[in-house]
Nanobody, 122 residues
Framework: QVQLVESGGGLAQAGGSVTLSCAIS????????MGWYRQAPGKEREVVAR????????DYGDSAKGRFTITRNNAKNRLYLQITSLKPEDTAVYYC???????????????WGQGTQVTVSA
């Protein structure tokens, strides 16, 4: 059974930065594409960033361009999301997701983490 465990969230001040981490708890064979999504109170879940299996390709949701960076370490089975210049509107639960294959087009897949809360104060 694959489990995704996010960490790194918490309370942060506007203008600061935070790095989220997602650990994959089981061996999944070949790496697959992964992504970060977020859900703010009263809003639908939205894509934040996606990364291909190799890490060579990335793309970002419109709200994440410029301040968000997605990276991965396949040797450690970890996915990361760095957010800089935090804004109150970044407040949300952030989830990582495992794709069904190597391409970002396979996202979102069936496996989600439990989420990590990021709260940004003005």
């Amino acid at each position: 059974q694959v489990q995704l465990v996010e960490s790194g969230g918490g309370l942060a001040q506007a203008g600061g930065s935070v790095t989220l981490s997602c650990a994959i708890s089981a061996t999944i064979g070949s790496p697959v594409a992964m992504g970060w999504y977020r859900q703010a109170p009263g809003k639908e879940r939205e894509v934040v960033a996606r990364i291909s299996a190799s890490g060579a390709l990335t793309d970002y949701g419109d709200s994440a361009k410029g301040r968000f960076t997605i990276t991965r370490n396949n040797a450690k089975n970890r996915l990361y999301l760095q957010i800089t210049s935090l804004k109150p509107e970044d407040t949300a639960v952030y989830y990582c997701n495992l794709g069904r294959g190597s391409s970002m087009s396979t996202l979102p897949g069936d496996f989600w983490g439990q989420g990590t809360q990021v709260t940004v104060s003005a």
